[in-house]
């Protein structure tokens, strides 16, 4: 049985509370983090045993961190990438002394995932995040940060911290000798080194799809496709080398068959991210509300590949529409995800019963 979960992003940081999660039908788990952690530095026990207290304090219970962000230098390869990735086994062993076993990351050079606004408004009223790729074609990289920023309803945005966005050029540069068996060959030498500690404490990593799962600003990205998974599973060959199956990552290329990659990854999904998107054209998307008449993807058919391949870890509503006069941080109100959370957990329900009263029949 999976778990339902919502992410949050920690006292200070969240609108949401944890006493309204604790209030959404079904969810027992917060997938959070240490907001402010830089990425590269090892977390601290203290903040780590506080977080967690503090979640226990709310009759909820940490099921995964989203995110341990990983230091460009180990993306990009550079001479000082060792001295991150020991500081990163060591987060991962003292998450594991807490007895935290899902850790989501992603290898996204330079940016986490792109969108180009964050408040198109739909029929109904509701904003939502959207993408052009016309947009992305006329905008210089380095403005980037500031059209996400003055949107951001006063919040800092996860994978934009305005401390690495400042760096934006000088790591452009960095990356120019980085292509895509580079980047390849960087994630696999930081899974190898990361291993150990996994096995040892039972950590399941967990890597994002990069969003949208095409190279932006002629950056690699390799977390794209069904054919690239394989060649990262099967390079590090390790059930905790793992993934976080984001249906609306994958679903941004049409040519992702999502249920049949669901399949295909069987053992190996260790968190489910789950909504859906409505194209205008191929090139321009907008996130859709949870179900599927709302978009283009058949929420049933993910939701019953999941089922179907045993998946039992942590699964959460992902982005979802500003309803209701919400204002939070873009994607991550509460209403919109609490709306997506009862929905994939009545189609849990439905693809359970049917399937097991099927069996008894
Ligand atoms: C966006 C998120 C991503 C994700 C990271 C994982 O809303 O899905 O920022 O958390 O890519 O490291």
């Known amino acids: 049985m999976m778990k339902m979960t919502m992410r949050w992003f920690g006292t200070g940081f969240d609108s949401v509370k944890l006493w309204q999660i604790r209030q959404v039908p079904g969810v027992k788990g917060v997938i959070t983090t240490l907001y402010d952690s830089v990425p590269g530095e090892t977390w601290e026990v203290g903040k780590i045993k506080a977080l967690k207290e503090e979640v226990a304090a709310s009759g909820l219970t940490i099921e995964g961190i989203e995110s341990v962000n990983i230091h460009d230098a180990i993306k990009i390869g550079s001479p000082d990438r060792d001295r991150y990735i020991e500081n990163y086994i060591e987060t991962l062993k003292r998450l594991g002394e807490q007895d935290i ?203 019953k590949a999941l089922y179907d391949i045993g998946f039992d870890g942590p699964i959460r509503p992902d982005h979802g529409r500003m309803i209701w006069g919400e204002v939070a941080m873009p994607g991550y109100g509460l209403y919109d995800r609490a709306l997506g959370a009862t929905y994939i957990n009545g189609l849990w329900e439905a693809i359970e019963k049917s399937s097991t009263r099927k069996d008894e029949r």
Request: glycine share 4%; charged share 25%.
């Open 101 to 303: 076993h899902m850790v989501c990351y992603n290898f996204m050079p330079v940016f986490d995932w792109t969108r180009t606004e964050l408040a198109r408004k739909r029929a109904d009223g509701s904003t939502v995040l959207a993408y052009t790729q016309a947009a992305i074609d006329a905008v210089d990289p380095a403005e980037m940060f500031a059209s996400i920023d003055k949107d951001s309803n006063g919040f800092c945005l996860p994978g934009w911290e305005p401390e690495r966005m400042a760096t934006v050029k000088e790591l452009f540069e960095k990356y120019q000798d980085v292509d895509e068996e580079k980047l390849f060959a960087n994630l696999k030498y930081f899974l190898e080194a990361i291993m150990p500690v996994c096995n040892k404490y039972d950590i399941n990593m967990a890597i994002h799809p990069d969003d949208p799962a095409w190279s932006v600003f002629g950056l690699p990205r390799i977390i794209t496709n069904k054919e690239n998974l394989a060649r990262m599973m099967k390079m590090v060959d390790d059930p905790h080398n793992g993934v976080t199956f984001c249906s609306g990552s994958y679903g941004t290329n049409p040519d992702n068959d999502l249920p049949d990659m669901i399949r295909s990854l069987k053992g190996r999904i260790h968190f489910a991210h789950v909504r859906n998107l409505k194209f205008n054209s191929r090139d321009d998307f907008e996130e859709a509300a949870h179900l599927s008449a709302d978009g283009d993807f058949d929420m049933y058919e993910i939701v």
